[in-house]
């Protein structure tokens, strides 16, 4: 059975007078849903200890909590349990074991246990976790097949497939394909758009350069807009430079959600990224004065078992002098081989050294230089970060997957990123 282990735990002890199969899967589902996933995980394991058989419920939960911890050695042990017991598989559990085994990075193998012949895929659940895993990773093309198939199968689509149809256009770029989808929902299935549906939509134009169409979406949508969809767009306004259109927009959002800290920082970021420092001062003030603070970047990684976490600047790791020593080596090896920091995302009013040194500390450099010290060559490297990754980091990932041979997957808040050979899966479009 792997262990498990965080840097940085804040929860409680677990009193063992849980136990009983009601209390004990009632406790492990409420964990799961409050977030606690490494909680729930050790739960399950404590349960085995005591004798206590999981059931379909304990079961999704903890894959569901494998799958946002990109805990795939935990997702493997639990599917184990699933065979060893003879747990039949229904259509709940085979989703839950796809979504699983994709937002693990594995998509390939979450296929295959999707075609295994024998599989329960009358209902759209498992559909709709292969096509969701699919579109996480971007590939647009065998999400888009898959629905098809779907539609041959006589498996009717729901609201679910195609946020996930949607979002797979988004990432593949397919911009008129994602308008022929949209339009089908009502008219061929008679589904009715929801904010989830338009958000995609907006998405899918802001990507593509799109922001004037992306715009008049959100003005044409049948109900209010949410701070998510406004953020997409100003989060487009800002890769795209669209200078006029983010602060428009992005003082609309602060009439919006005054303490949408995210927000804000994107408005900043705006401005840094184009050298108006002031304005950028201005708008990080604002976020001190409000009292709001803004999420810090973490990015966590599993080895042997056992799960560790990074935040920006990160010094609590035992191991933290070679981290740090790591990524000095790994920068000064990569720059002889052409590397070039993208000094733009310092978004720092300083010196091109001070801005080096700001990225630097990027919470998935230093979680990936964790895994070339604690791994094997060529041993396969997962990363989850809870934000998007900026361009430097992304550059400088594909850079190590060519010179140290390894194979980097890394989950951020948008897609999968899997880096080989030089080259990153999403085409450096994401």
């Given at each position: 059975?792997?262990s498990?282990?965080?840097c940085?735990?804040?929860l409680?002890?677990?009193?063992?007078?849980?136990?009983?199969?009601?209390?004990?899967?009632?406790?492990?589902?409420?964990t799961?849903?409050?977030?606690y996933?490494?909680?729930?995980i050790?739960?399950l394991?404590?349960?085995?200890h005591?004798?206590?058989g999981?059931?379909?419920?304990t079961l999704?939960?903890?894959?569901?909590a494998?799958?946002?911890?990109?805990?795939l050695?935990?997702g493997?042990?639990?599917h184990?349990?699933i065979n060893k017991?003879?747990i039949?598989?229904?259509?709940?559990?085979?989703?839950?074991l796809?979504?699983m085994?994709a937002?693990?990075g594995?998509i390939?193998?979450a296929?295959?246990?999707?075609?295994?012949?024998?599989?329960?895929?009358?209902t759209?659940?498992?559909?709709n976790a292969?096509i969701t895993g699919?579109a996480?990773?971007g590939y647009?093309?065998?999400?888009i097949?898959?629905?098809?198939?779907?539609?041959?199968?006589?498996?009717?689509p729901d609201k679910?497939?195609f946020?996930?149809?949607l979002?797979?256009?988004?990432?593949?770029k397919l911009?008129?394909m994602?308008?022929?989808?949209?339009?089908s929902?009502t008219?061929?299935?008679?589904?009715e758009?929801e904010?989830e549906?338009y958000?995609?939509m907006v998405d899918?134009?802001?990507?593509?350069?799109l922001?004037?169409?992306?715009?008049e979406?959100?003005?044409?949508?049948?109900?209010n807009?949410d701070?998510a969809i406004?953020?997409?767009?100003?989060g487009?306004?800002?890769?795209?430079?669209?200078i006029?259109?983010?602060?428009?927009?992005?003082?609309l959002?602060?009439?919006?959600?005054?303490k949408h800290?995210?927000?804000h920082?994107?408005?900043?970021?705006?401005?840094s990224?184009?050298g108006r420092?002031?304005?950028?001062r201005g708008?990080?003030?604002?976020?001190?004065m409000?009292?709001?603070?803004?999420?810090p970047?973490?990015s966590?990684?599993?080895?042997d078992?056992?799960?560790?976490?990074?935040?920006?600047?990160?010094?609590?790791n035992p191991?933290t002098?070679?981290?740090y020593?790591?990524?000095?080596?790994?920068v000064a090896?990569?720059?002889?081989?052409?590397y070039?920091p993208?000094l733009?995302?310092?978004?720092?009013?300083?010196?091109?050294?001070?801005?080096e040194?700001?990225?630097t500390i990027h919470?998935?450099?230093l979680?990936i230089?964790?895994?070339?010290?604690?791994?094997r060559p060529r041993?396969?490297?997962r990363?989850v970060k809870n934000?998007?990754?900026?361009?430097?980091?992304?550059?400088?990932?594909?850079?190590i997957?060519?010179?140290?041979?390894?194979?980097?997957?890394?989950?951020?808040?948008v897609?999968?990123h899997?880096f080989?050979d030089g080259?990153?899966?999403?085409g450096?479009?994401?």
């Open positions: 059975m792997p498990l282990f965080r940085r735990v804040f409680p002890p677990l009193s063992r007078d849980i136990y009983g199969v009601i209390s004990s899967s009632w406790c492990l589902i409420t799961g849903q409050a977030g996933f490494v909680k729930a050790e739960l394991q404590e349960m085995q005591a004798g206590v999981p059931n379909e419920f999704t939960t903890v894959l569901a494998c799958s946002n911890l990109v805990a050695d935990q493997r042990w639990i184990a349990c017991a003879r039949k598989l229904n259509d709940r559990l085979l989703a839950s796809i979504d085994y937002k693990c594995e390939d193998f296929f295959e246990l999707f075609n295994v012949q024998d599989s329960p895929k009358q759209v659940r498992p559909w292969m699919y996480i990773h647009a093309d065998k999400a097949e898959l629905f098809e198939k779907m539609k041959e199968d006589n498996i009717v679910v497939t946020v996930s149809l979002a797979a256009c988004s990432h593949g911009v008129e994602g308008k022929l989808y949209f339009d929902m008219k061929t299935y008679g589904i758009p904010i549906h958000g995609c899918l134009f802001s990507r593509a350069g922001l004037q169409e992306a715009e979406i959100i003005s044409n949508m049948p109900m807009p701070v406004w953020g997409a767009l100003l487009a306004c800002r890769i795209h430079k669209d006029e259109r983010g602060e428009r927009i992005g003082m959002m602060k009439e919006l959600g005054p800290t995210g927000c920082v994107l408005l900043a970021n705006i401005y990224g184009n420092w002031h304005d950028a708008v990080r003030n604002s976020i001190e409000s009292g709001e603070r803004k999420i970047g973490c966590s990684i599993e080895v078992g056992k799960f560790y976490e990074f935040l920006v600047g990160d010094r609590s191991q002098n070679q981290i020593s790591c990524l000095e080596e790994i090896k990569l720059k002889e081989r052409g070039v993208e733009g995302e310092a978004l720092l009013d300083a010196d091109e050294e001070d801005k040194t700001a990225l919470s998935e450099k979680a230089a964790f895994g070339l010290l604690n791994t041993t396969r490297i990363i934000l998007r990754v900026c361009l430097d980091c992304h550059l400088l990932t594909k850079f997957s060519k010179v140290y041979d390894r194979e980097i997957i890394v989950r951020d808040r897609r999968f899997h080989k080259s990153c899966s999403c450096d479009y994401w």
